[in-house]
C-alpha cells in the first residue's frame, strides 16, 4: 500500500488549492480515506474523510470551505481547498484506513490508520 500526495504550495489568503493522493498497490474504493493535517508545534487535526459508502465528513474547521472526493477509476483522492486562511498552513497527509475504519467512523481517530503518505505542504499567507 502506497499514498502519495501533491498539489500543496504556497497561496494568500482567500485562494485555492487542490491536493491529489494516488493510492497504489490497493483499491482506494474498499478503504475508508481521507486527510490529515500536522501544524508546526500542534497536534494532528482530521480534515475530511470518505468512506466506502461515499460518505463523508469534515472538521469544524473546514466545512464549508473544503470537499473530499475520489475518482475510483484512477484510484485517486482530492482535497479541494478554497477560502484558505492562515490557520490552514500545515502539511496535509493522505490516509487510507480498513476495518473498523475509525478514521471515517469515530470522529478521525488518528491511532490505527492503515496506511498514510508522505504529506504536501500547504502554507497561506494573510
Known amino acids: 500500500v502506497q499514498l502519495v500526495e501533491s498539489g500543496g504550495g504556497s497561496v494568500q489568503s482567500g485562494g485555492s488549492l487542490r491536493l491529489s493522493c494516488v493510492a497504489s498497490?490497493?483499491?482506494?474504493?474498499?478503504?475508508?480515506m481521507g486527510w490529515f493535517r500536522q501544524a508546526p508545534g500542534k497536534e494532528r487535526e482530521g480534515v475530511a474523510s470518505?468512506?466506502?459508502?461515499?460518505?463523508?465528513a469534515y472538521g469544524d474547521s473546514v466545512k464549508g470551505r473544503f470537499t473530499i472526493s475520489q475518482d475510483n477509476a484512477n484510484n485517486t483522492l482530492y482535497l479541494q481547498m478554497n477560502s484558505l486562511v492562515p490557520e490552514d498552513t500545515a502539511m496535509y497527509y493522505c490516509?487510507?484506513?480498513?476495518?473498523?475504519?475509525?478514521?471515517?467512523?469515530?470522529?478521525?481517530?488518528?491511532?490505527?490508520?492503515?496506511?498514510w503518505g508522505q504529506g504536501t505542504l500547504v502554507t497561506v499567507s494573510s
Open positions: 490516509v487510507a484506513d480498513l476495518y473498523p475504519a475509525l478514521f471515517c467512523r469515530a470522529s478521525f481517530n488518528l491511532n490505527a490508520l492503515h496506511a
Open positions: 498497490g490497493y483499491t482506494a474504493s474498499n478503504y475508508c
Open positions: 470518505i468512506d466506502t459508502d461515499g460518505s463523508t
